[in-house]
């Protein structure tokens, strides 16, 4: 059935039934983890199987009726999503009404009406205070579904009124499996792709990318040449992370690559305290070697400090570019 489609997440799922069991199904839950581990899948599945109108078991949809069909292809009038525009990095108020007004509408064919919110981690305070209302008392019948990556960044007004669901990342033979599905039939690009995913699809997804490989081979070169130069890195990494086809997919080609750095580096260090590190030639482990012997280690777990607050700023949704030129020239300076 639809619900097998949805792997590695057995215990989001156990939460509904067992709630649904109880006759305790809350008005709105928070389904939290990273990108790219099914929480949108999963919650147009539960959509599915709440709106289905021929359900073949309790939370299960048949797949096949008409509200079924309407809700795979986006088109069910009685479930409404709400993410953040693109270009935008915050959910703006007068979307959060608007989302709310149509909530508060009599369901147009089904029995409830499911609202989810794709982006919970860009509610500002005013779009946040919009939806206070809504999410305490909403409308009769409806169910609301808050997809975000963390607890953390949610504003204490929208986490004390939600159930929080966790999603965890996929382990590597559920992300395998589900690269299978999506069409990449080599078993080892698949387990190599499960390796370096990270537990999430999108991430292993953008792997599979030629331009990426060019982009890590650039960034070795560059990082371990005598006389180092980002230019051409800065240049490759950019021209990258603008072919991703919207801002979240840029996101992630920016942090993909920041793995890298923070890869390649953590490999200077262990060379340098003399451990071996695999997948190396020699070459490759004497440059970045010298590379290390150039910057020194505090040098080192500064860059590494540098790479994970570049993370954490790409996250938080800040300009791309200017987080890559910040890596960059603070790369720059250490390896002089
Ligand atoms: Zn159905």
Known sequence: MAW???RGQDAARQTFFAALERGRLAHAYLLVGPDGVGKQLFAR???KAFLCEKPPAK???????PACAQVEAHTHPDVLYLRTPEGKHELPVDEMRSFCTHLALKPARGARKIGIVIDADDFNEESANSFLKTLEEPPPGSLLLLLATSTDRQLSTILSRCQV??????KPADLEAILEQHGIADAEKRSRLARLGSGSVARALALDDDSIWQVRQKLIEGLTSTRPTFQSLAEAWSKFYETGKDT????????????FLTETVQNALR?????????????????????AARVGTEGLMELLEKCVEADYFVERRVQLILVIESVLDKFTAKAK
């Not at 939370?59 to 009726?65: N, S, V």
């Not at 695999?278 to 440059?287: H, I, K, P, W």
Request: with cysteine; hydrophobic share 50%; proline share 2%.
């Open 4 to 6: 097998d489609r949805i």
């Open 45 to 47: 599945e539960l959509a």
């Open 59 to 65: 939370m299960t949809a048949c797949d096949h009726c």
């Open 165 to 170: 669901v966790r999603f965890a990342p996929l």
């Open 248 to 259: 979240a997919a840029q996101r992630m080609r920016v942090s993909l690559v920041l793995a």
């Open 271 to 291: 060379l340098s305290l003399g451990a071996s590190v695999s997948g190396l030639t020699t070459a490759e482990a004497d440059r970045l070697k010298a590379f």
